[in-house]
């Protein structure tokens, strides 16, 4: 296990992206967002995509000189093609835009194509909820990311599809929901092997359809599971339908597809609802009724949504990123393959 600060890491990441012609810029803004998952607990997320971004840009699947571009747009809502930039270029792009339509309008929808994996999703709800709005948001795995078996079914029809919330609490860190509706983020998976652990039952088919702890199985033609069976499922389904099918970045599984995510943003501005001050005295008692509910045996408190990632984030700014081995062995010989300097 290898431990360094956040702000090391960072701009190691974006010295690998400058390295393989990603502009200055829009390498700082990716590597920063890897390192924000990481710092999250969201280790799925984080830099172990570096190797798979970088792949991306290389066989010219991702560009880093691309921009987003508006296809049509009305006061609320808006079509954008993300012309096949860093998905988070175009998610930043895209919930930036909800939230100034949402600003004027009340609520607004943006609907984004055609862009490369978009991170950690609650980041871009989060960036609503930092404006004192709700955030909503709806991320398939486009028209090549299948890797889950439909509920009862032995074969990847689905993506991880994941949908967040982002909800702004008055005197604390917003309420944030993120979650894939796959039993788990694919990404864990690659944690797991690359640390050479094993994964729990439940997780993962194998290319037979038999449940399997070998995380590696995945990768031989496996499988994930949904979330709490038909559940997760049918979340999966209408995620495909609002990411994918509304937004014009269809779905899985297609051969030859380049990967991409298809997102549906969706902003409500509080204040065109009720004043934003009833609203957060009504929601601060629903937290405080929440937060103060007895501990089951073996918990030591009741936490929200967002919680366990504010307070994982608050470790490891102080004491570092914990990678493991296999990732930053991974991120070493792509560094002095393109002839970056590894810190120490």
Not at 95 to 122: C, E, P, T, Y
Not at 271 to 290: C, N, Q
């Amino acid at each position: 296990m290898h431990t360094i600060q956040a702000a090391t890491l960072a701009d190691f990441v974006s010295h690998i992206f400058q390295a393989a012609d990603v502009p200055t810029h829009v390498a700082d803004q990716v590597a920063a967002s890897l390192v924000a998952s990481n710092l999250a607990g969201h280790d799925s997320h984080g830099v172990v995509r570096t190797m798979q971004y970088l792949g991306a840009v290389e066989r010219g699947e991702t560009s880093g000189h691309a921009t987003p571009a508006v296809e049509h747009e009305t006061p609320v809502m808006a079509v954008v093609d993300a012309q096949r930039s860093f998905g988070q270029v175009a998610g930043a792009f895209a919930m930036q835009m909800a939230i100034d339509k949402a600003r004027s309008a009340g609520i607004a929808a943006v609907a984004l194509h055609n862009s490369s994996h978009v991170g950690r999703l609650g980041e871009w709800v989060e960036m609503a909820a930092a404006e004192g709005m709700i955030g909503l948001a709806f991320c398939n795995g486009g028209r090549s990311g299948g890797i889950v078996a439909p509920f009862g079914g032995a074969a990847r029809r689905l993506g991880t599809n994941p949908l967040a919330a982002a909800v702004p609490l008055a005197g604390r860190s917003p309420f944030v929901l993120d979650f894939a509706t796959s039993a788990v983020a694919e990404g864990k998976v690659r944690v797991a092997r690359n640390g050479g652990k094993e994964i729990p039952t439940g997780w993962v088919l194998d290319k037979e359809g038999n449940p399997t702890t070998n995380p590696a199985d995945l990768y031989e033609g496996g499988m994930l599971v949904p979330a709490a069976g038909h559940k997760g499922y049918s979340l999966a389904l209408l995620v495909d339908l609002l990411g994918g099918m509304l937004t014009g970045g269809g779905s899985a599984p297609q051969e030859g597809s380049m990967q991409s995510n298809g997102v549906l943003f969706i902003v409500l501005s509080i204040a065109a609802f009720r004043t934003p001050d009833e609203f957060a005295a009504e929601a601060g008692a629903m937290v405080d009724r929440i937060k103060s509910t007895p501990t089951a045996p073996g918990f030591s408190a009741v936490l929200l949504p967002g919680e366990p990632e504010q307070q994982t984030a608050s470790q490891r700014r102080a004491n570092g990123v914990p990678l493991d081995d296999g990732t930053w062995a991974q991120m070493v010989a792509e560094a002095e393959r393109l002839g970056v300097a590894v810190p120490v």
